[in-house]
């Protein structure tokens, strides 16, 4: 299944050292996999020259890449929720701007595009990071499947192929990273299909992640309690629709 367009979304925070390659690695892809494409980066308030670059890629490759600044930060799950927003093509294709995901690994999820298949999730074949944060990450992994008991073995791959009427059903809440296990549960619930597909995961080159310090973790771990009483016991995304 070829799908009719795509928009492909970045969010960037510091990543000047990466993003010009995503974006021309994409642009490189889409033609391969659609007729019909954009490529939309949100700068959500970088420190670096993140936004310059942006500008001039934006400038060079003008109308297919769009760049929307932010001021500030507005934390992982609203600058996903700004960016699932902006899109304007039938599919949205999203991964981070820090380049552990290549994104040219784009035409593997539209390959396991069939009918009925309305998200394609990536899992990571093998994670490529120093050792603590392999750790925590599978703990972190496991442990959200089983409490929300999601139906993908990795909720943690930010990677995703996804219907974009999908958010017309689906309403994202979440400012921060909890908005990944928060939609792969509403999109499970709403009865959508979901297929996987495994992706190379690559070591961080340039700048530091926003997720793996203690403080952030501690919050997320406190954040989840809440979400599983909304989600799995209160159920009130289903209650709302």
Not at 85 to 113: C, M, N, P, S, V
Not at 166 to 188: A, C, N
């Amino acid at each position: 299944m070829r799908p009719k367009s795509i928009s492909a979304f970045f969010p960037a925070y510091n990543d000047a050292g990466t993003i010009p390659t995503m974006i021309i690695r994409v642009l490189q892809t889409l033609p391969e996999v659609t007729d019909d494409y954009e490529v939309v980066v949100i700068n959500d308030g970088s420190t670096d020259d993140t936004g310059r670059m942006l500008d001039e890629l934006a400038r060079l490759y003008s109308p297919r890449v769009r760049v929307i600044h932010h001021s500030r930060p507005s934390g992982y799950g609203g600058v996903l929720r700004a960016g699932f927003a902006a899109a304007q093509k039938d599919w949205i294709f999203y991964t981070d701007g820090d380049a552990q995901y290549d994104a040219r690994e784009l035409a593997g999820l539209t390959h396991a595009l069939a009918d009925g298949v309305d998200m394609v999730q990536g899992y990571k074949i093998k994670r490529h990071d120093p050792y603590h944060r392999i750790v925590i990450g599978l703990a972190y992994q496991y442990f959200v499947k089983l409490l929300f008991s999601l139906c993908i073995r990795d909720v943690d791959c930010d990677f995703r192929l996804m219907r974009r009427a999908i958010f017309d059903r689906v309403k994202l809440e979440s400012t921060t990273g909890t908005i990944t296990f928060e939609m792969v549960r509403k999109i499970q619930d709403a009865g959508y299909r979901i297929v996987e597909v495994p992706v190379h995961h690559w070591y961080r080159q340039y700048g530091q992640s926003q997720f793996f310090n203690f403080p952030r973790v501690a919050r997320t771990l406190v954040a989840l309690i809440g979400w599983w009483w909304r989600l799995v016991v209160r159920k009130e995304h289903m209650t709302d629709a």
